[in-house]
């Protein structure tokens, strides 16, 4: 599993990388011909591995349900997010990561809510979500580096 969390914190390195090297105007920009924005696809990530990896684990998640909620699979930016936002999700990039990796090492993950991806594939147990989390996240880092190019 090390190289699944290597890949996931090269992941997470360039999405840090967007979130350094943006203004919080670019940030919030919605280009023309895209339904969200930098931080939207970023925060995606990290909403989205909670529930991947923790949620249908049957474990706390380390983010609120209002978080999860705003930035779930299907919403779009309900507006701007603020600097205070973007350090929080600084640090969620980073914290969200780690524990994750603690939790895996200390065997936390024990039971698995299957659950079958809009793209029709269906998670088993938390190798299966560690490794279609990359691939998600693999995604929308790709979609924000487009986005880049237009704000």
């Known amino acids: 599993m090390k190289s699944v969390f290597e890949v996931q914190k090269t992941i997470r ?10 203004s919080l105007e670019q940030l919030n920009k919605i280009p023309d011909g895209f339904s969200n924005n930098l931080i939207w696809n970023i925060v995606h990530c990290v909403a989205s591995q909670q529930v991947l990896v923790y949620k249908l684990s049957g474990l706390p998640v380390m983010v609120s349900e209002e978080f999860i909620a705003k930035y779930r699979k299907g919403t779009k930016p309900e507006g701007n997010v603020s600097q205070s936002e973007v350090d929080e999700i600084r640090t969620l990039l980073s914290i969200t990561l780690d524990q994750t990796i603690k939790d895996f090492e200390a065997g936390v993950f024990v039971s698995y809510n299957e659950y079958t991806t809009s793209l029709g594939f269906t998670l088993k147990d938390i190798h299966g979500a560690l ?4 691939y998600h996240e693999g995604i929308h880092t790709g979609i924000a580096m487009s986005i880049r190019k237009f704000v």
């Open 13 to 22: 390195e360039i999405l840090l990388k967007i979130l350094d090297n943006h």
């Open 131 to 134: 490794d279609f989390n990359n």
